[in-house]
């Protein structure tokens, strides 16, 4: 039975001539700015406006995210046009929430255009060019992902409003022919905190001087989530809950287009993809840009209709997977970024005049409404191109070495699991391995890793997600040049050229329990290092007031019976302990194996076959963490200070995974803050001009741990808490007989956006417990320096002979970074300064280098 009536061919036509009829014809959406409709006829008055639900006129306040929720809920009950979903909760427990827009005659079919739809990605070989003509078109309308980027919210409203309430030829053609899933608020967490405060230092006529508070929202700002992440940079990681609950209903339906609206600088003027042609992923078609830039020309006619300026093919790229705009590039999308002037508060300034918030909302709405158009009189090519996409997908891969991508999960079964549960939630298949592979060195064996082939359904996205990469079209990236999972998981892998053979599919990939091996003990438990819970498990210990100790030499115990070795850093858990009884601490440890998805093994006896003793002197108690992250601004700027996105990558992993209290002290305050409270510090990176000198360095010659991140590593160099010789470039020799014109992407090119190195590192210093002797690591900038000359003190070294593993690096980048210190750990006085070039925090998903900081904060005190 079909699904669409044949009058759906018809739709395109009637909406062709709609647009061209005289402007009279149009009628206003309530937004405080004249916005005729071409086509619509009349409103429902059954369907509430936005002013009745919200109180406000949309462009003349800034709509809270529950004011939002409450509109989407009113009109899902007053509408058989919408239905309302709730796809998840963020951090703050705000809903996330998506409404489904369509004729009512697909509403009662909807379940059925959603298996159909996704047929065409999973089974295209039995979709047929007939079966695309009647089945409608699946549009994701995506919005305002930076919370402070907020016409896009106020536009999605008012297209909610104008499907259900709007009567006309285009309406129709709309509804009948799509399906639009509207999703008002990509960050309602970050919208938050930003409409809290243009709402609040906003007075009764507003003022569009840029220097007014209203127009400076203080550090962070509400462009990111809670924990301070770009949420626009996690559509591949997809670590946060948010983006997430995004992604089960995306692969849900696997829309054709999928829109993202942004902002940009209030005096730039409008912009939509396609973007700088050079700068797109190879693994994204041709076509795929093709089919862009004929969607661009309905943004551009809607524009040009109003006499708003735009641009096309400039600035923004369309590289990084883990963007709205391109994510939906390699699952047989079409992804779309819009990027609006700001004008941040109600009007602001600009050299063209006062820029209106309703001016802003007004073209985030009527592009929303070119999408639509494109999406009806476009519906065959882009359900067709979807299809083919995955179809000719062997073609695509023909000339790609690998077949598979092999993954052990003997070492680190919780990182190689994380990785999995990452895949999964791209709809990406995983299958146990069914026979012994050898490659690249290791041998990976049935029962103990598993396979991820490129032969299914999801294989164009398994490629680009998992592959290593060092050659590109252009040397310029607007975000990152490499992301390979599993270097930044930290997993054993290989990827193989003959596809092993397939066990079952993998169905659970969540997170193993350990447990405690020997049962009961009276008198010490072994919790081994190196297991990415582990720091969280001495947390446990800690909040429990028992007090582990953490052994600096290898050692053999004796367990059931047997001889178990434990490599540096193993936790000992002594079960006779002043004030915790017993049954207390075996209860604890029974936790910690469930919970923290550690083995933890009990031992009857002190002396040990092998290596110290557990009572040995060279052990030491570990004391819990107190750490401080540095955060804001010295001046109180929004400009500059600490980068809020590094401080969010540590206070996540610290308070989120690894449940250890953080305070985030405001580099103003340090001065006169007590710092006597904290037994770590640490500079995520960023500005620290304002940090004081005197408070800072008497604080770490008395013992505290302070820990430098990217390019904090300065503050203590310059400083002269540690002496370190920064290697030199002359970029600007480099550069010397480029044209004008062609100087920025000069100087771009000698830039390291990120890419991915290999460290070698000293196993037996505590900053490496429960590492091998080389990791790869996530590098961004260029300041490379000598390593110590201090015995003892460095700890990683990048390679010397090809210290890049992925990612785009110059040559004469390439030269500077060979041998160069990675991780250095520096004694001051009676304390110690550890510095991080890379960043082992980065975007929370490289779980591979979080074990290494945890070992910092953790260890810092025993060095």
Same mark, same amino acid.
């Given at each position: =039975?079909?699904?669409?009536?044949?009058?759906?061919?018809?739709?395109p036509?009637?909406l062709?001539?709609?647009?061209?009829?005289?402007?009279a014809?149009?009628?206003e959406?309530p937004?405080?700015?004249d916005?005729?409709v071409?086509?619509?006829?009349?409103y429902?008055s059954?369907?509430?406006?936005?002013?009745e639900?919200?109180g406000?006129?949309?462009?003349?306040r800034?709509?809270r995210?529950?004011q939002?929720v409450?509109?989407?809920?009113a009109?899902?009950?007053?509408?058989?046009?919408?239905?309302l979903r709730?796809?998840?909760?963020?951090?703050?427990g705000?809903? $996330?929430i998506?409404?489904i827009?369509t004729?009512p005659?697909?509403?009662?079919?909807?379940?059925q255009?959603?298996?159909?739809?996704?047929?065409a990605?999973?089974?295209?070989?039995?979709?047929?060019?007939a079966? $695309?003509?009647?089945r409608?078109?699946?549009?994701?309308m995506?919005?305002?992902?930076h919370?402070?980027?907020?016409?896009g919210?106020?536009?999605?409203?008012?297209l909610l409003?104008?499907?259900?309430?709007?009567?006309g030829?285009?309406?129709?053609?709309?509804?009948?022919s799509?399906?639009?899933l509207i999703?008002?608020?990509?960050?309602p967490?970050?919208?938050?905190?930003f409409v809290?405060w243009?709402n609040?230092?906003?007075?009764?006529?507003p003022t569009?001087?840029?220097?007014d508070?209203?127009?400076?929202?203080?550090?962070?700002g509400?462009r990111?989530n809670?924990?301070?992440? @770009?949420?626009?940079?996690?559509?591949?990681?997809?670590q946060?809950?948010?983006?997430q609950?995004?992604l089960?209903?995306?692969? @849900?339906?696997k829309?054709q287009i999928?829109t993202?609206?942004?902002?940009?600088?209030?005096?730039a003027?409008?912009?939509?993809?396609p973007?700088v042609?050079e700068?797109?992923?190879? *693994?994204t078609?041709?076509?795929?840009?093709e089919l862009?830039?004929?969607?661009?020309?309905?943004?551009g006619?809607?524009l040009?209709r109003?006499g708003s300026?735009?641009?096309t093919?400039?600035?923004f790229?369309?590289?990084?997977?883990?963007?709205?705009?391109?994510?939906?590039?390699?699952?047989?999308?079409?992804?779309?970024?819009f990027?609006?002037?700001?004008s941040?508060?109600l009007?602001?300034?600009?050299?063209?005049?006062d820029?209106?918030?309703a001016?802003?909302?007004r073209?985030?709405?009527?592009?929303?409404?070119?999408?639509?158009?494109?999406?009806?009189?476009?519906?065959t090519?882009l $359900?067709?191109? &979807?299809r083919d996409?995955? /179809? *000719?997908?062997e073609?695509?891969l023909q000339?790609?070495?690998?077949?598979?991508?092999?993954?052990?999960?003997?070492?680190?079964p919780?990182?190689?699991?994380?990785?999995?549960?990452?895949?999964e939630?791209?709809?990406v298949?995983?299958?146990?391995l069914?026979?012994?592979v050898? /490659?690249d060195?290791?041998t990976?064996?049935?029962g103990?890793?598993?396979?991820?082939p490129?032969?299914?359904?999801?294989?164009?996205?398994?490629?680009?997600? !998992?592959?290593?990469t060092?050659s590109?079209?252009?040397?310029?990236?607007?975000?990152?040049?490499?992301?390979?999972?599993?270097?930044?998981f930290?997993v054993e892998?290989?990827?193989?050229?003959?596809a092993?053979?397939r066990?079952d599919?993998?169905e659970?990939v969540?997170?193993?329990?350990g =447990?405690?091996?020997?049962?009961?003990?009276e008198?010490?438990y072994?919790?081994?290092?190196?297991?990415?819970?582990?720091?969280?498990?001495?947390q446990?210990l800690?909040?429990?007031?028992?007090?582990?100790?953490? !052994?600096?030499?290898?050692?053999t115990?004796?367990?059931?019976g047997?001889s178990?070795s434990?490599d540096?850093?193993?936790i000992?858990?002594?079960?006779?302990?002043?004030?915790?009884?017993?049954?207390?601490?075996?209860?604890?440890v029974?936790?910690?194996?469930?919970e923290?998805?550690?083995d933890?093994?009990a031992?009857?006896?002190?002396m040990?076959?092998q290596?110290?003793?557990?009572g040995?002197?060279?052990?030491?108690i570990?004391?819990?963490?107190e750490?401080?992250?540095?955060?804001?601004?010295?001046?109180g700027?929004?400009y500059?200070g600490?980068?809020?996105?590094n401080?969010?990558?540590?206070?996540?992993l610290?308070?989120?995974r690894?449940?250890?209290p953080?305070?985030l002290v405001?580099?103003?305050?340090?001065q006169?803050a007590?710092l006597?409270?904290y037994n770590?510090?640490?500079?995520?990176?960023?500005s620290?001009?304002?940090l004081p000198?005197?408070?800072?360095t008497?604080?770490?010659?008395?013992?505290?741990?302070?820990?430098?991140?990217?390019?904090a590593?300065?503050?203590?160099?310059?400083?002269g808490?540690?002496d370190l010789?920064?290697?030199?470039?002359?970029v600007?020799?480099l550069?010397q007989?480029q044209?004008?014109?062609?100087?920025?992407?000069?100087?771009?090119a &000698?830039?390291?956006?990120?890419?991915?190195?290999?460290?070698?590192?000293?196993?037996?210093?505590?900053v490496?417990?429960?590492?091998g002797?080389?990791v790869?690591?996530f590098?961004?900038?260029?300041?490379?320096y000598?390593?110590?000359?201090?015995p003892?003190?460095?700890?990683?070294?990048?390679?010397?002979?090809?210290?890049?593993?992925?990612?785009?690096?110059? *040559?004469?980048?390439?030269e500077q970074a060979?041998?160069a210190?990675?991780?250095?750990a520096?004694?001051?006085?009676?304390?110690e300064?550890?510095?991080? !070039? @890379?960043?082992?925090?980065?975007?929370?998903?490289w779980y591979g280098? *979080?074990?290494?900081?945890?070992?910092?904060?953790y260890?810092g005190?025993?060095?």
């Amino acid at each position: =039975m079909p699904i669409r009536s044949p009058r759906l061919s018809l739709l395109p036509l009637l909406l062709a001539l709609c647009v061209a009829t005289v402007p009279a014809a149009a009628q206003e959406v309530p937004l405080s700015i004249d916005t005729p409709v071409p086509c619509t006829e009349s409103y429902d008055s059954a369907i509430p406006t936005p002013t009745e639900v919200i109180g406000h006129e949309i462009g003349t306040r800034h709509t809270r995210p529950a004011q939002a929720v409450r509109y989407f809920e009113a009109v899902a009950e007053a509408s058989d046009r919408v239905v309302l979903r709730e796809h998840g909760r963020t951090y703050k427990g705000r809903r $996330l929430i998506h409404a489904i827009v369509t004729d009512p005659s697909n509403q009662d079919n909807l379940e059925q255009i959603r298996r159909a739809n996704r047929q065409a990605t999973t089974a295209p070989g039995q979709v047929s060019d007939a079966d $695309l003509e009647d089945r409608p078109a699946v549009v994701l309308m995506g919005y305002s992902i930076h919370g402070d980027e907020a016409s896009g919210t106020e536009a999605a409203l008012l297209l909610l409003y104008h499907l259900a309430a709007g009567e006309g030829s285009q309406v129709e053609a709309v509804l009948d022919s799509t399906v639009a899933l509207i999703d008002p608020m990509f960050n309602p967490d970050g919208r938050a905190r930003f409409v809290n405060w243009v709402n609040g230092n906003r007075g009764g006529a507003p003022t569009a001087d840029p220097q007014d508070r209203e127009h400076n929202q203080p550090w962070p700002g509400g462009r990111t989530n809670h924990y301070w992440f @770009d949420l626009n940079r996690d559509w591949l990681p997809a670590q946060h809950p948010a983006s997430q609950g995004r992604l089960d209903y995306f692969h @849900d339906w696997k829309p054709q287009i999928l829109t993202d609206f942004h902002e940009m600088g209030s005096e730039a003027t409008y912009f939509f993809q396609p973007g700088v042609p050079e700068r797109t992923n190879p *693994n994204t078609p041709q076509l795929n840009q093709e089919l862009t830039g004929r969607i661009a020309e309905r943004h551009g006619a809607y524009l040009d209709r109003i006499g708003s300026l735009y641009y096309t093919r400039e600035t923004f790229d369309d590289f990084y997977y883990g963007k709205g705009s391109t994510y939906p590039d390699v699952n047989g999308s079409i992804g779309i970024l819009f990027e609006q002037a700001s004008s941040r508060a109600l009007k602001q300034e600009t050299s063209k005049g006062d820029l209106h918030y309703a001016f802003t909302v007004r073209n985030q709405f009527l592009t929303s409404l070119s999408t639509m158009k494109a999406a009806v009189e476009m519906r065959t090519d882009l $359900l067709e191109y &979807q299809r083919d996409f995955f /179809a *000719n997908r062997e073609e695509a891969l023909q000339d790609t070495e690998a077949e598979a991508f092999v993954v052990g999960h003997n070492e680190q079964p919780t990182r190689v699991r994380a990785l999995a549960q990452m895949l999964e939630r791209h709809d990406v298949r995983m299958f146990d391995l069914g026979e012994t592979v050898q /490659a690249d060195g290791q041998t990976f064996r049935p029962g103990e890793a598993y396979m991820v082939p490129l032969d299914q359904p999801q294989g164009r996205f398994v490629k680009a997600a !998992m592959e290593r990469t060092s050659s590109y079209p252009d040397s310029i990236f607007y975000d990152v040049s490499t992301w390979t999972m599993p270097l930044a998981f930290g997993v054993e892998h290989a990827a193989v050229s003959d596809a092993p053979a397939r066990g079952d599919r993998i169905e659970d990939v969540s997170f193993q329990e350990g =447990m405690v091996v020997g049962g009961r003990s009276e008198y010490t438990y072994i919790v081994p290092w190196g297991n990415y819970y582990a720091p969280r498990a001495v947390q446990r210990l800690h909040n429990n007031d028992i007090r582990p100790r953490v !052994m600096t030499d290898p050692l053999t115990a004796r367990v059931n019976g047997s001889s178990q070795s434990f490599d540096r850093g193993a936790i000992v858990v002594q079960v006779q302990q002043r004030g915790v009884s017993p049954d207390t601490i075996h209860s604890v440890v029974q936790r910690i194996a469930e919970e923290d998805y550690v083995d933890v093994y009990a031992v009857d006896q002190g002396m040990t076959p092998q290596g110290p003793d557990l009572g040995s002197r060279n052990s030491s108690i570990l004391e819990p963490p107190e750490v401080a992250i540095v955060t804001g601004t010295g001046g109180g700027s929004r400009y500059g200070g600490t980068s809020a996105y590094n401080a969010g990558e540590v206070w996540h992993l610290l308070s989120e995974r690894m449940d250890v209290p953080v305070s985030l002290v405001d580099m103003s305050s340090v001065q006169y803050a007590d710092l006597d409270r904290y037994n770590t510090m640490v500079l995520v990176g960023g500005s620290f001009d304002d940090l004081p000198e005197e408070a800072v360095t008497d604080w770490v010659q008395g013992g505290g741990t302070l820990i430098g991140i990217e390019d904090a590593v300065e503050w203590p160099i310059e400083h002269g808490l540690v002496d370190l010789e920064e290697r030199e470039l002359d970029v600007d020799s480099l550069v010397q007989d480029q044209s004008y014109a062609d100087l920025p992407d000069a100087y771009g090119a &000698q830039g390291i956006g990120g890419s991915i190195f290999e460290t070698h590192l000293d196993p037996t210093h505590p900053v490496a417990y429960g590492y091998g002797e080389t990791v790869p690591v996530f590098r961004v900038g260029t300041g490379f320096y000598d390593p110590s000359d201090e015995p003892g003190a460095s700890v990683g070294t990048y390679d010397a002979e090809a210290p890049r593993l992925s990612g785009y690096l110059s *040559n004469e980048q390439a030269e500077q970074a060979k041998g160069a210190a990675s991780i250095e750990a520096h004694e001051v006085g009676g304390g110690e300064v550890i510095l991080f !070039m @890379d960043n082992p925090n980065f975007r929370a998903f490289w779980y591979g280098t *979080n074990g290494l900081f945890l070992n910092a904060v953790y260890f810092g005190q025993i060095l």
